[in-house]
């Protein structure tokens, strides 16, 4: 990367600096958390098993030297890294939480919230698609009957192919519920009519799972079907224009008279809003993770700009102003990953609690690193504002955060409404 800088400007530029950063994110397993230039009050392997340490170190390596080099890259030319992905498939990360007979690494929860915060120091965007991904897989196994388990997930788990989910609807956001893709049946198959917006992967990847609705109106009349690409009836929307998230393609994806086999269902017929929202508890943690790994970066950067920069003759790491900004940054991420890595514990463990647990964390979580991003451009100045310099990236690619996986909105309902039940 810093070779090609140094021929040309453009999206090798944008991680102008992160050679360095990228050198204090690759930690050895058990070195002191000093080293390096990561402050041990920040270390995100604080608290963590032997194991869970290492398989951090080796998402950490993958982050620096897969991710970060191309993130800019990916990023301005809206390029999906599709290999780059199946290498991290390699090291188990396309079926985190899946289970081993159908390809999955078996992990836990944590195990999977620890992974995607690592992942994300090297590409939010990227990171964010495959925790998407993990989430659909999970659902198949989760869900899915023997044969579907087995048919569907090896090769998602491989990532030989790759999953989209598919809820939101141009006429349904935070409401669900209210969803108005039909799938009608006729004998052994489904006929399936709709549209489905916003759709992480659309056009580009191989499976969809389909919210649909199968019965009367409100939750209990979806049901959930998996659809494969090149099903005919299936189509795509453009290619949307984003503010981030640029190297995962986002479209709309149509069905006008998909035919679908009834052994595509998962579960039972009505059982796909249960379905969906079971995905998405896990989704928010996904995401909150995602969110955590773009702040932890980015207080990184912060920190190094602050050393380096000099203004009115002294660095501005002796401004005592930025130095309370900056630790505020630092004590509220440790907060965010305590908070998400508590919900993450709970969902694993099936507490009555995790719900609420994970909205908690996902509004948490995602509005407190949005804010450390933003303060880490801030503190950059009009460098900040360049796309030389990945702060920049990580603010862009992070405020979606706040929106998908449920509005932090839909979180707060989801919050008070569980008060205020009691």
Known sequence: AAAAASSRAGPAMAWRGAPRLAARLLLPPRCPAGRRGIASCIDPSAGLTEEQKEFQKVALDFAAKEMAPHMAEWDEKEIFPVETMRKAAQLGFGGIYVKPDVGGSGLSRLDTSIIFEALST????????????????????????????????????????FASYCLTEPGSGSDAASLLTSAQRKGDTYILNGSKAFISGGGDTDVYVVMCRTGGPGPKGISCLVLEKGTPGLSFGKKEKKVGWNSQPTRAVIFEDCVVPVGNRLGAEGQGFSIAMKGLNGGRINIASCSLGAAHASVLLAQEHLTVRKQFGEPLANNQYLQFRLAEMATRLVAARLMVRNAARALQEGREDAAVLCSMAKLFATDECFAICNQALQMHG???????????????????????????????????RNLLQG
């Open 382 to 416: 009009g460098y900040g504002y360049l796309k030389d310099y990945a702060v920049q990236q990580f603010v862009r690619d992070i405020r979606v955060h706040q929106i998908l996986e449920g509005t932090n909105e839909v979180m707060r309902m989801i919050v008070a």
């Open 122 to 161: 090297g590409c939010t965007s990227t990171t964010a698609y495959m925790s998407i991904h993990n989430m659909c897989v999970w659902m198949i196994d989760t869900f899915g009957n023997e044969e579907q388990r087995h048919r569907f997930c090896p090769s998602l788990c491989s990532m030989e192919k």
